[in-house]
Nanobody, 120 residues
Framework: VQLQASGGGLVQAGGSPRLSCVVS????????MGWFRQAPGKQRDLVAL???????TYADSVKGRFTISRDNAKNTIYLQMNSLKPEDTAVYYC???????????????WGQGTQVTVSS
């Protein structure tokens, strides 16, 4: 199973990029999926989470500006980021809890990360 994130880059403050993360590989069922971010010298923190029923959770710092969504038919999650600020600069990682067909239990996977740099 692989998670491939895309959509990052250099963005001006106030911009509205959208990150995507496609899950591919063995047959699976996706449970919780989310986005994390890690700024230089800091720990990796949760940005947004979406359950398989569509419930969402956001970090206080992004509430009202970011929106997480998922398209189960495309095995893809998105992070729409609006009103970006320089402090949003970080590497953004997608994450997924998956049930792999033919295996017991849940497995957690990380994407490779995509850099988002917000210029002031």
């Amino acid at each position: 199973v692989q998670l491939q994130a895309s959509g990052g880059g250099l963005v001006q403050a106030g911009g509205s990029p959208r990150l995507s993360c496609v899950v591919s590989g063995r047959r699976f069922s996706a449970n919780n999926m989310g986005w994390f971010r890690q700024a230089p010298g800091k720990q990796r923190d949760l940005v947004a989470l979406i359950t398989n029923s569509g419930s969402t959770t956001y970090a206080d710092s992004v509430k009202g500006r970011f929106t997480i969504s998922r398209d189960n038919a495309k095995n893809t999650i998105y992070l729409q980021m609006n009103s970006l600020k320089p402090e949003d600069t970080a590497v953004y990682y997608c994450n997924a809890d998956l049930e792999i067909w033919g295996r017991l239990g849940n497995y957690n996977f990380w994407g490779q990360g995509t850099q988002v740099t917000v210029s002031s």
